[in-house]
Structures are given as C-alpha cells and as structure tokens.
C-alpha cells in the first residue's frame, strides 16, 4: 500500500509541543522511500488546505505561519517523516495531512502523489 498513514493527533494546550507522524511504504514503482519528496498539510474548519511543510534530503521548506516553531524531518530507515510541532496555539487546530511524492516528481513544491486519511490536532486557548 502506498497511501501515508498518519498518527500522533491529539488535544494540546497552548504552548505545547507535539509531534506527529507518518508511515509511507518502502517501495513504489521500485523506488524507495530516501528517494520520496514528503510533505504536510493542514485543514482547519471552514477552511481551505494549507501547506505547512516538505522534505527532501534534507531541504526543507515551511510555511510562515510555522517557521521557526516546527520542524519537519525522516528516518529513512524507518520509512517514516515527522512533524515537531512546538509552541502550539490555537490557530494550529486542524487536520493534519501527510503526503508523499513519488519519482518521476511533481513539478510543483505544492503537489504530491498519495495522500493519508488525516490526523486531528487540536489546541486549547
């Protein structure tokens, strides 16, 4: 199965950290994992998708409203990339989506081949 699997949600005060994450498989069209672009988004109610974070090998990029407070990284051994996510407020609530990018890559930082099922996080005032 190539479908990410997110975990690690959950409800969180303000000013707390946590961390989610992904589970993508280890081959795809005889591409491994170290190979894929990975990113994650987020949607809040009422709300359209947002991006908030992608990795390579080891370039990375971050929207402004999560620069500085997360920080996305892989474990390449494990198939698995993370999202550290510290200094929670409450404009962070939302569904948390992973997403991979398989070989041949998208040609935009904003597209991505397979999508998981979500993971929601949500943060207290």
């Known amino acids: 199965q190539v479908q990410p699997v997110e975990s690690g949600g959950g409800l969180v005060q303000a000013g707390d950290s946590l961390r989610l994450s992904c589970a993508a498989s280890?081959?795809?069209?005889?591409?491994?994992?170290?190979?894929?672009?990975m990113g994650w988004f987020r949607q809040a109610p009422g709300k359209g998708r947002e991006f908030v974070a992608a990795i390579s090998w080891g370039s990375t990029d971050y929207a402004d409203s999560v620069k500085g407070r997360f920080t996305i990284s892989r474990d390449n051994a494990k198939n698995t990339v993370y999202l550290q996510m510290n200094s929670l407020n409450h404009e962070d609530t939302a569904v948390y989506y992973c997403?991979?990018?398989?070989?041949?890559?998208?040609?935009?930082?904003?597209?991505?081949?397979?999508w998981g099922q979500g993971t929601q996080v949500t943060v207290s005032s």
């Open positions: 280890g081959r795809t069209f005889g591409r491994t994992f170290d190979s894929y672009r």
């Open positions: 997403a991979s990018d398989v070989p041949p890559y998208r040609s935009s930082l904003y597209e991505f081949d397979y």
